[in-house]
């Protein structure tokens, strides 16, 4: 097996408590893993040399909430929004979700994995190696399966796909949500059963689904063995938050109507925090996720893109870690431990998010000084190189 040192290099670890700095480092790659990582003046020897000629290393980022696979856009609808209509008000009125649905169920598969592939591409050249990709827009057996089946062919990034058929009320169940959350529970074994599914999503939400439905979905994928995570308390409280915490999620995602007791249900539980500050920029919402509450509690708090063509068409990670900064007010450490060490927690992978000998060999070179930069530019992109897997 090649073994391959990568120095000159200042590290940003994340491992422990801080930055994890070394000023002046190298790592070795064995493989597709980290076998060694230190002081350069201490390094092994390796047949294969790369000179980083300065440059910051750091974790590769992983989009642990994105929702790549979709036809169409929903630009009218942003200037419906700044015209004074509100979300909700939109999604009644035909528009929304099931707006990307027709135009969804419409396209081929081929038609999806180009439009798809394309947007991953834009994520990976700000430096994801990690991404997840839910399902939704198609909202009936045969496009979520078409959906799911995009998102495992999809090529650049470790891809971990999620079920998300209770995303809205299909047209063909109007007035029958109980009868479409019973349908999207007998999905769910048949998708398992091709290998399509990671985890299990929900939007539990006065636009989406009830609790009491939620827990039917939840209760389908435990069933199966399948992790489960939420769309929760993004424009009210429904005490989703802690039906998940209850079920073991891996993440609750959104949070801007969080209530306390659904932070340390959280915290009880393990959950991650989602935060997706492109939604909550573009929605122009004034309601914050209680950070400070989630910070004191413990609770880790990750960050995505929630790439979407309704409430967060970004394709920007480097923008999101500004965002959750100038937004949230998140520091620049937690920004970028919540697109790498704690988005890894919340796809419950615990193989990478970190520069350690012995997980994977996922890092990004950077051209910056020190990695709080990742955070402070916007409209900037210093990645030099990618590696993912060693390569």
Known sequence: MSRTLWHNARLATLDG????????????????????LGEAAQAPRAEHQHDCAGALITPGLIDAHTHLVYAGNRSREFELR????????????????????????????EELLALAQ???????????????????????????????RVARRLQGAQVQATCLGAHALAPEFVDRPDDYIGAVCEWLPLLQAEGLVDAVDAFCENIGFTPVQTRRVFEAA????????????????????????????LSCDHLEHLSAEGVQAMAASG???????????????????????????????????????????????????NMAC???????????????????????????????????????LWDAQHPSELAYYFGRNPLRQRVRGGL
């Open 326 to 364: 100038t937004c949230f007010r998140l520091t620049p450490e937690e920004a970028l431990r919540g697109m790498t060490v704690n988005a890894a927690r919340a796809l419950g992978l615990a193989d990478r998010g970190r520069l350690v000998a012995g997980l994977r060999a996922d890092f990004c």
């Open 271 to 321: 959950t991650v925090a989602m935060l997706l500050p492109g939604a909550y920029y573009f929605l122009r919402e004034t309601q914050l996720p209680p950070i400070e509450q989630l910070r004191q509690a413990g609770v880790p708090m990750a960050v995505a893109t929630d790439h979407n063509p309704g409430t967060s068409p970004t394709l920007s990670p480097l923008l999101m870690l």
């Open 222 to 249: 435990q069933r199966l063995g399948l992790p489960v995570k939420l769309h929760a308390e993004q424009l009210s409280d429904q005490q989703g938050t802690q039906l998940a915490a209850s079920f073991g999620a």
């Open 118 to 148: 394309a947007r991953l591409d834009a994520l990976i050249a700000e430096g994801v190696t990690t991404v997840e990709v839910k399902s939704g827009y198609g909202l009936s057996l045969e496009s979520e399966r078409t959906c799911l």
């Open 17 to 36: 408590e801080g930055w994890g700095l070394i000023e002046d480092g190298a790592l070795l790659v064995e493989g597709e893993h980290i076998a060694w």
């Open 82 to 109: 700044l015209l004074g209509a509100s979300y909700e008000q939109i999604a009644r009125g035909g528009g929304g979700i099931r707006s990307t649905v027709a135009a969804t169920r419409a396209a081929s598969e």
